[in-house]
């Protein structure tokens, strides 16, 4: 989701870090690069255009510029006008007070809506509500008997009309169903259309008023591109719409939709589907979306994580020998033990801020290096993890023939080793530093 725009920002992001000085001309350099990104991922014209010109107003006021951070905090006024496009605070579905909320989806044919019921009902379910599912559309006749698998699949109650009834007494039928039965929530699937026409927007409106919707729910193909602002507008305007859906984030959809749509309808985007199966639904949250979006990381996720596996008081010792420069291969094997508590190391630096993603694929675990580095760190003496330089040949060949490995493992542990220690350096001196590590991997 959203890769290649993804990877345009974090080049622009890494290049306005790297750079000591800032000026008002990079800085509008680099950001035409993010408009170019920006409509390269299919958001709106008008939508990428007022994007930039918040950003270039905020960005080259004297304070930033004069800051020793200024490439920084560029970085920073994009990331919190991106939340700002994709809705800042996240939105999540509102109950009703008075029981059964209804909920309507509404949205073209082939959208997702189907299966979006059935995942709303699973996320429903996992919040202890009860909740009914029923169809509006009679114009396919496999429709019904999808949302009926769909309800099976999840959990929920399922209500058919008999045969015959048109969609607006279905709609009625399904309201009483859902009151007498006693559910907290009918979530009520209606037939799409493969364009935009007048009968399915007067049906839409028909159906919102006779099921007395609380939410009209708009569920929009993320692969869409373009066209998805003009649905969006179109339902927006005709129906009425209380917040957005997008489907088929997981597959290659370039995100513009997501970015251009919260923007032109002014309707909070609720979920995203990201998975044909019914689980794969995710509650929408702009600020670790952008994060995400601009590789800063996933912050909060990777502290939790941290946190539980890392004692705090290790932690705070690493941290202080790394002040004093002195990391050894005892603190290596220390952070090999660690690392593995915390679980897959790709996953991990995936979370972390500015790793650029070629650093990522170089570093993609070995989790068979892994295993050997730990064998071998504990094949050495003490003495010889705190002081490696006694490690000479001799003390080589026997730490490999201790922990089953050969001459050339120990001479790769002792390499990357030293290259972690360079690392550590280079994280003391801070953004400097960091830059120019970044400079010489990519
Ligand atoms: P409807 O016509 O709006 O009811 O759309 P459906 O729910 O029947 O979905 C149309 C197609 O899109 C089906 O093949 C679904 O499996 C697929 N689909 C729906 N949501 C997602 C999603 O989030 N990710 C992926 N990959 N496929 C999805
Ligand atoms: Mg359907």
Known sequence: MFEALADRLQGIVRNLTGQAR?????????????????????????????????????????????????????????????EHLLGRTPVTLAGSPHVPTVVLLAGLQGSGKTTF??????????????VLL?????????????????AEQAGAGFWR???????VEIARGALEQARTRGFDFLVFDTAGRLQIDEPMMAELVALKQAVRAHQVLLVVDGMTGQEAVRIGETFARQVGVDGLVLSKMDGDARGGAALSLRQVTGKPILFLGVGEKLDGLEAFDPSRLAGRILGMGDIVGLVEKARSAVNEQEAAQLAEKLRRSDFTLEDFLEQLLQVKKMGPLEDLMKMLPGI??????QARPDNGRLKRHEAILLSMTRKERRAPRVIDGSRRRRIAAGSGTAVSDVNQLLRDFEQARTMMKRLKQGPRGL??????RG
Not at 136 to 145: S, T
Not at 161 to 167: I, M, N, R, S
Not at 435 to 440: K, N, S
Request: charged content about 30%.
């Open 22 to 82: 800032i000026t008002p001309e990079n800085i509008r350099e680099s950001l035409r690069e993010v408009r170019r990104a920006l409509l390269e991922a299919d958001v709106q014209v008008g939508v990428a255009r007022d994007f930039v010109a918040r950003v270039e107003a905020r960005a080259v006021g004297e304070e930033v510029l004069k800051s020793l951070s200024a490439g920084q905090q560029v970085v920073s006024i994009v990331k919190d006008e991106l």
């Open 356 to 361: 650029p993603k070629a650093a990522l694929e």
């Open 161 to 167: 009309a008999p045969e015959g009834v048109l969609p």
């Open 435 to 440: 830059a120019g590590l970044r400079r010489g």
């Open 117 to 130: 019921a059935g995942k709303l009902a699973v996320w429903l379910k996992a919040r202890t509500k009860r």
């Open 134 to 150: 029923a169809s509006a559309d009679i114009y396919r006749p496999a429709a019904v008997d999808q949302l009926e698998r769909v």
